[in-house]
C-alpha cells in the first residue's frame, strides 16, 4: 500500500558501518566493573553521569523526588510516578493532574517494553462540530479556552495504573513527596515566576485560578516567595488513601463535576467513571541496528519516528556532515512527507482504522525516498494549501527514568497549552487540560500547533484525540541504551527524531545531541523552521534549493534524555529551559 507517489530514484541502501562500530564502543567500552565512566575531553557538552539510576525531567525539585525514590528502594516505575506527581506540585504550566500522556515502561526482567496510554478522551456529549460557530467557522476561543476545550483527564489514572502494576512500593510512599511540596510549599523559582507573569492575562480571568496563581492583589507569585497549594495538598492525599477512585467517582470527581455544570462543560460523571488507561502494545522498529521502542496511536509519535528513520537509512548521513545542507535537505523533504500522512492516516486506532503497519514498512520507507527529489525542494502546495502556524505558548513535559535494575520508563504527558486551557477546578487545586483542540476541528482548519487533520482525527465521543507525543527506548543487541522525549506540539517528533540520528548517525553524546541546532518541517506550512545555529552558508544553499526557512520564534524541543553502557547512567536536560535538571540516584 503505498501512501504518497513521488517518483524519483535514489536509492542507497548502504550502512555505514563505522558509525555502528563507535556506537558500539561508545555503549559498551566502559561496561566492565570498575572502568571509569566515559568523559570525552573533546566533547563541548556533558551529561550528568551517574550509577545506574537517573532521573532526568524538566523541573528539579520533581528530579531530586525522583532520585530520592529510587535510592529509598524504589525501581523507575515508582520514581516516575513519584516524579509525574511532584511536577503536578512544582511545574504547574505542564505537569498535571488535569491532563494525559504516553508511558513506556522496560522491564529488565521480562525484557518488554509496555506502552500505556492514559491520553485524555473527549466527553460522551462531544459531538463533531462542537467548535464551530453558526458560519461554519472554527471558534478558536472555545476550543482552547473554555471549559469545552478539556478532555476527560488521563494522568491520575495512567501514573497509578503505572505504580501498581510495575512499581514496587506503595502508592502513598510515591504520593508522598508531592504532597509535601504542595503542603509545606515549594520557593516560586525565577523559571515559574516569568511564565507566570507571561500567563497572567489568561489566567486570572479564572476565579480558582486566580485564587492559585496570584497574590491577592492578582499580581503573580513571586520569585523567592513561599507557595503553598493546601487544595492540591488535599487532592493528592486524597489519592494517596482511595486511589483512583477519589479522582474518577469520588471528591475530586464531585469537584470536577461542579465546576463543569456551573460552567457549560460537558464532562460528566459517567465520562470520569468510564475513564480507562489501555495498555497498548509498544511500536518497534529498526534503525541501522537499534531497535525503537515507541508509542503508537493515538499518538502519531512513534509511527511517524519510525516512518521517517525508514526513509533516512537509505543514505549515508554521516558523509555529509551533521547540519550540512544536504542533510537537512534530506531531514526536511523526509518530514514534509511524514507529516502529511498524518493529516490522513492518523487518530485513534480504537475509531479508525490507521495503517500503521504500512506507514512503518521499510519498503514504503524506500519508495518514499526514491521520490525525493535530492537538488530541489518538493513543495507542500503540490499536495495541498499553505497554513501558519500559531501564536499560543505551548507547554508538555517529558520525564525520563532508569534504575539501578537497568528498568527504563520515558514518559510524556501534557495540559497541551501552557496551564492548559488555563482553567484550574474549583476545590481541587488543579488546572484543566485544553486536549479537545488536539481534534480537527473542521477538515483543512489547523489546530493551534498547524496541524491538519480530517475524518481520521474527528471530534467523536470517547475518542482520543491525535498527539505528537513521542517517548522512545533505544535498543542495541537487546539492551536499552538511552531513552528520551520532548514537549513541543508538533515539532516534538522531528526533535525526537533528530535526537536519534544525532546519537546513531554523529555520535554525539546525549548532551551533545541536545545541545545541537534543530530544524522543523511539517509540511504545511511549506516553511522551514530553524533554531539558532544553522550557519548562514547553509541557510543560503537550502533556499537555493527552493526552501523557504524561518527562525523559529522559540525553541524546538527539550529533550530530556539517559543514556547507559551497562555500568553507568548519563543523563542531560536540554538547556533550552531553565529550572531542569539531571539527578543521579544518590548512592545507598
Ligand atoms: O499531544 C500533543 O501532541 C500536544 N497536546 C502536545 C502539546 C505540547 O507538546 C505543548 N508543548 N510544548
Known amino acids: ?20 562500530i563507535s556506537v558500539i564502543l561508545i555503549f559498551t567500552s566502559a561496561s566492565s566493573y570498575g572502568e571509569p565512566p566515559i568523559i570525552e575531553y573533546g566533547d563541548r557538552f556533558h551529561p550528568v553521569v551517574g550509577g545506574r539510576g537517573m532521573v532526568v525531567s524538566q523541573e528539579i525539585l520533581a528530579s531530586q523526588t525522583g ?34 500522556g504516553f508511558m513506556l515502561v522496560y522491564l529488565a526482567s521480562e525484557n518488554k517494553t509496555i506502552a500505556i496510554d492514559y491520553r485524555e478522551v473527549a466527553p460522551l456529549a462531544a459531538v463533531r462540530d462542537l467548535f464551530l460557530d453558526k458560519n461554519g467557522e472554527v471558534d478558536k476561543n472555545k476550543a482552547r479556552f473554555s471549559y469545552l476545550s478539556a478532555g476527560v483527564p488521563g494522568t491520575v489514572a495512567g501514573l497509578i495504573h503505572a505504580q501498581q502494576n510495575y512499581g514496587s512500593l506503595s502508592l502513598a510512599d510515591v504520593l508522598a513527596p508531592a504532597i509535601k511540596l504542595a503542603e509545606q510549599g515549594i520557593r516560586v523559582s525565577y523559571p515559574l515566576a516569568y511564565s507566570l507573569n507571561r500567563a497572567q492575562q489568561r489566567l486570572i480571568k479564572w476565579p480558582a485560578s486566580r485564587k492559585y496563581y496570584f497574590g491577592p492583589d492578582g499580581t503573580p507569585l513571586q520569585a523567592g516567595s513561599l507557595w503553598r497549594q493546601a487544595d492540591l495538598a488535599s487532592t493528592l492525599k486524597a489519592l494517596a488513601k482511595e486511589g483512583r477512585d ?51 496511536p493515538p499518538s502519531s509519535g512513534g509511527v511517524h519516528l519510525l516512518q521517517m528513520l525508514n526513509i533516512l537509512e ?79 505558548s505551548p507547554q508538555t513535559t517529558h520525564f525520563s527514568v532508569w534504575d539501578n535494575a537497568g528498568n527504563v520508563v520515558s514518559n510524556t504527558y501534557t495540559i497541551n497549552f501552557s496551564y492548559g486551557s488555563g482553567i484550574a477546578v474549583e476545590g481541587a487545586g488543579f488546572l484543566l487540560n485544553n486536549e479537545m483542540d488536539d481534534f480537527s476541528a473542521k477538515s483543512g482548519v489547523p489546530n493551534a500547533y498547524g496541524l491538519l487533520g480530517g475524518q481520521a482525527n474527528a471530534i467523536e465521543p470517547k475518542k482520543r484525540p491525535l498527539s505528537s507525543m513521542t517517548p522512545v527506548i533505544v535498543f542495541k543487541g537487546g539492551e536499552p541504551v538511552f531513552t528520551t522525549g520532548s514537549p513541543g506540539g508538533s515539532t516534538i517528533i522531528t526533535t525526537v527524531l533528530q535526537t536519534v540520528l544525532n546519537v546513531v548517525d554523529f555520535e554525539m553524546n546525549i548532551a551533545e545531541a541536545a545541545a545541537a541546532a534543530r530544524i522543523h518541517h511539517q509540511w504545511l506550512p511549506d516553511t522551514v523552521f530553524i533554531e539558532t545555529g544553522i550557519s548562514l552558508d547553509t541557510q543560503r544553499l537550502l533556499v537555493e534549493k527552493g526552501h523557504d526557512l524561518q527562525k523559529s520564534r522559540r525553541v524546538i524541543g527539550r529533550t530530556q534524555t539517559i543514556s ?25
Open 314 to 392: 537509505g543514505w549515508k548521513l554521516t558523509e555529509l556532515g551533521h547540519n550540512s545542507a544536504e542533510y537537512i535537505h534530506r531531514l526536511i523533504e523526509t518530514m514534509r512527507r511524514a507529516y502529511a500522512d498524518r493529516s490522513k492516516y492518523l487518530g485513534d486506532p480504537d475509531f479508525y482504522p490507521v495503517p500503521v503497519a504500512d506507514l512503518i514498512d521499510k519498503s514504503y520507507g524506500t519508495r518514499l525516498r526514491e521520490g525525493i527529489n535530492l537538488d530541489h525542494a518538493t513543495p507542500s502546495s503540490d499536495i495541498a494549501p499553505g497554513l501558519n502556524l500559531p501564536e499560543e
Open 246 to 296: 477519589a479522582f474518577y467517582q469520588g471528591r475530586v470527581a464531585e469537584l470536577i463535576i461542579a465546576d463543569m455544570n456551573q460552567n457549560g462543560g460537558l464532562i460528566t460523571r459517567q465520562d470520569l467513571a468510564d475513564y480507562r488507561v489501555i495498555e497498548r502494545e509498544a511500536l518497534v522498529g529498526t534503525y541501522r541496528g537499534y531497535d525503537i521502542a515507541a508509542m503508537p
Open 67 to 100: 532520585a530520592a525514590i529510587l535510592a529509598a528502594g524504589g525501581n523507575a516505575v515508582d520514581a516516575a510516578v513519584a516524579t509525574g506527581f511532584a511536577l503536578a506540585v512544582t511545574l504547574p504550566q505542564a505537569g498535571n493532574l488535569g491532563g494525559g
Open 1 to 20: 500500500m503505498y501512501f504518497q507517489d513521488i517518483g524519483f530514484i535514489n536509492n542507497f541502501k548502504a550502512h555505514s558501518l563505522l558509525t555502528v
Open 564 to 588: 547507559s553502557d551497562g555500568e553507568y547512567t548519563y543523563g542531560a536536560n536540554d538547556y533550552r529551559w531553565p529550572g531542569g535538571a539531571a539527578i543521579a540516584e544518590p548512592s545507598r
